[in-house]
């Protein structure tokens, strides 16, 4: 049973009556302070979620425990976290299901870790990269605040109920492994799932080669177009994937008031795309898929075979080189 009353160290999101909202992590004897008056913890402490509070300046809150939508929005930042609406298509498009080995990189701030650990369950067997030290501090941090430290299992107290985040509190030291380094000295193997959120997944294929097991599916996430091009061509070029797909989802708000029905004027219109394709059985090609001819296409294909058979060009490592 899922815990409804507010307790000490539960996570609290407080929205005022314009919208804004206020994290807090719930504990006994202290104040929340705004420009509206104090609110004091213990006045939480008890109620259940989704409750209303008034400051002492008279202003009412409403008073919910963040969904790790909201959490992944608000939580400390290193790098730039993958947005809810995006974290859904991997998770649904990427079919990550609970018992699952997934590979995932990097780690960055642990948003999109918090919903593979999520959709993996406490069977799953999640290992997340991260390059940089500091990165990854945040991302653990990040994980153990929104699912609760990580504590052995089978320590929850007789009768207590679970977690309010999922449950994973207890069961996160089995669920994921936080690796610090670099994703391409991975040496496990048997992934059911590869994630690859960084700047040149299609640097990384030997990798998936190795790891991804027949089947699996490997999602890249890449925030522009030659990026996008890079890694659908690179798949075609190496044989053994399914056709890539390549897509964007984009999610607009409706205002709905009365009659008032229409859009809103503001969404975020471009995150960036996802690349799936799933791993062959060793040794097969997939049959070659046909497309209709296009002088872009053929173009384009001319000058990557030039591109291969001259000299590699020194570059930076997050440039594109045309
Ligand atoms: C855009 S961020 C990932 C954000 C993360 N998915 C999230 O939702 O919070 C990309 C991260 O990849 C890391 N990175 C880049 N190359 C890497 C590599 N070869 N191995 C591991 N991590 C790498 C970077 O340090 C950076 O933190």
Not at 7 to 19: E, F, I, N, S, Y
Not at 29 to 41: D, I, M, N, S, Y
Not at 183 to 203: H, K, N, Q, S, Y
Request: charge should be neutral.
């Amino acid at each position: 049973m899922t815990r409804t009353t507010f307790a000490p160290g539960d996570r609290v999101q407080l929205t005022d009556p314009k919208g804004r909202m206020h994290t807090v992590v719930l504990e006994p004897g202290k104040v929340f302070h705004t420009h509206r008056g104090a609110l004091p913890h213990d006045d939480l402490i008890g109620l259940p979620d989704g409750s209303v509070v008034t400051s002492t300046g008279g202003t009412a809150y409403l008073a919910l425990r963040p969904l790790l939508s909201d959490y992944v929005l608000s939580m400390p930042r290193g790098a730039q976290v993958i947005y809810p609406k995006d974290a859904a298509q991997i998770v649904a498009m990427g079919d990550v299901f609970p018992g699952a080995k997934v590979l995932e990189a990097g780690a960055g701030s642990g948003a999109l870790t918090c919903s593979l650990l999520r959709a993996v369950g406490e069977h799953g067997d999640l290992h997340s990269y991260e390059i940089r030290p500091a990165f990854a501090e945040i991302a653990r941090r990040n994980v153990e605040a929104f699912f609760g430290e990580a504590r052995e299992p089978n320590t929850r107290v007789s009768g207590e109920a679970r977690e309010p985040n999922g449950g994973l509190g207890g069961q996160i030291a089995r669920a994921w492994t936080l690796h610090v380094g670099d994703v391409a000295e991975c040496t496990e193997t048997g992934f059911d799932r590869i994630i690859l959120d960084l700047l040149t997944p299609w640097e990384l294929l030997d990798l998936v080669d190795r790891a991804l097991v027949p089947g699996g599916v490997l999602l890249g996430y890449v925030a522009t177009t030659p990026q996008l091009s890079e890694l659908v061509e690179a798949l075609r070029a190496r044989g053994g994937y399914t056709e890539p797909r390549a897509w964007e989802s984009l999610v607009r708000d409706w205002h709905a008031d009365g009659l008032a029905v229409r859009p809103d004027h503001r969404m975020i219109a471009h995150t960036a795309f996802l690349i799936s394709a799933r791993r062959l059985a060793p040794g097969v090609v997939a049959p070659p898929r046909r497309r209709k001819p296009s002088k872009g296409a053929e173009a384009y294909a001319l000058k990557r075979a030039s591109a291969r058979t001259r000299a590699p060009v020194q570059t930076d490592s997050a440039e594109v080189v045309e």
